[in-house]
């Protein structure tokens, strides 16, 4: 399944008020190995790869909320385990969802030892190198399902982050880091009303974990090479092997000519078809005889009459060309065997 197909896998009528078909439902607020019982639910993998697709090109994207009344709606559906069209909700509304569902797992995707584990590798001051590995270690401790849900998520900040200059989405690595910290790291969320100086250090540590594995997507001691795979077979990319040894995404190149592009190559090979009739018609006739005609045009070839006329039509290959004309010649040419057209 890719990201150009999601649309066509969870569709429900918008006139049908109840729903009839069920799916595997998505549990908010239970812990993770309850969550996903085999893998990342469908409902919640169609959001991700919505957000992967269409997310780049907008504005504020994890950073403004999406309506309200709809991820309310949204989640109630999903939790349902109900058939739902996801065009029908917005991006922003997807990412919310997303969003609401990390904030709800407890002690977040991560675990508390982990998240202390990560805190203490940078505010040590840790070498880059190291605390890829620290995250490595760790990221490998975490169930399938987790280690999917991560590389999806994390791989769809690094798409967002990488479109900030082009599609002007305001949303680079650190804008990333600080709307999503709180919602993948619980232990930087202070419990009372009013935020302490602890608070805000570990949020700090929280969103530069963050931003630093956003921007060191790609490589191969981050995350293992299957999970790679997986995230790029899901977004429907190409994997592929730079000279520094990181892993890179492309999208499929598309090998169809365009429209404009097609339209040139058949004039192309109409005009190489015409030709080539002239030139056959001209080399059918031994001796020509003498007529009178007008003076050939601009490009030095005239007219060589119906096409009807010429050798080049009597072949009995053709499904539309009469047996009957074709008997008239009992040396036939071929139109496959004298034009040759490569598009």
């Known amino acids: 399944m890719t990201v150009a197909s999601y649309s066509m896998v969870l569709c429900g009528s918008s006139d049908d008020h109840r729903y009839r078909g069920r799916i595997e439902k998505v549990k908010f607020g239970v812990p993770i190995n309850e969550a996903f019982a085999h893998d990342i639910p469908a409902t919640l993998l169609m959001l991700l790869l919505k957000v992967n697709k269409d997310g780049p090109a907008k504005k504020d994207i994890w950073r403004a909320p999406g309506n309200q009344a709809q991820v309310r709606k949204l989640s109630q559906v999903m939790q ?3 058939l739902v069209n996801i065009e029908n909700f917005t991006v922003y509304t997807a990412a919310s969802v997303i969003k609401k569902f990390l904030s709800k797992l407890p002690n977040g995707i991560f675990g508390r030892d982990n998240e202390e584990t990560l805190f203490n590798s940078a505010s040590t001051g840790m070498d880059i190198e190291k605390q890829r590995q620290v995250f490595y270690r760790i990221f490998g401790s975490l169930p399938v ?34 709307s999503v910290a709180p919602s993948l790291f619980h232990t930087c969320i202070h419990d009372g009303r ?17 931003c630093s594995i956003i921007c060191s997507f790609g490589d191969t001691k981050l995350f293992p090479r299957e999970c790679y795979e997986y995230y790029a077979r899901y977004t429907g990319r190409t994997l592929r092997i730079d000279e520094n040894r990181m892993f890179t995404f492309h999208n499929p190149s598309n090998r169809r000519a365009r429209g404009e592009e097609f339209s040139a190559l058949a004039a192309k090979c109409a005009g190489a078809y015409s030709l080539a009739a002239i030139h056959l018609a001209e080399e059918a006739s031994p001796e020509p005889t003498p007529t009178t005609s ?8 005239g007219r060589a009459g119906s096409l009807k006329q010429h050798a080049l039509t009597q072949t009995t290959d053709h499904p539309k060309r009469s047996v009957s004309i074709a008997a008239k010649d009992p040396y036939p040419t071929d139109l496959r065997t004298s034009v040759s057209c490569d598009f």
Do not use: Y
């Open 194 to 210: 009013t935020a302490r100086v602890e608070d805000l250090q570990r949020f700090k540590l929280a969103s530069n974990i963050v």
């Open 145 to 178: 399902a987790s280690q999917h849900l991560l590389v999806l998520l994390f791989g769809t900040f690094r798409v967002v982050a990488d479109s900030s200059d082009g599609h002007s989405n305001a949303m680079n690595p650190n804008a990333i880091a600080i």
């Open 294 to 301: 007008k003076p050939p045009r601009g490009n030095g070839v």
């Open 80 to 82: 349902h385990g109900r």
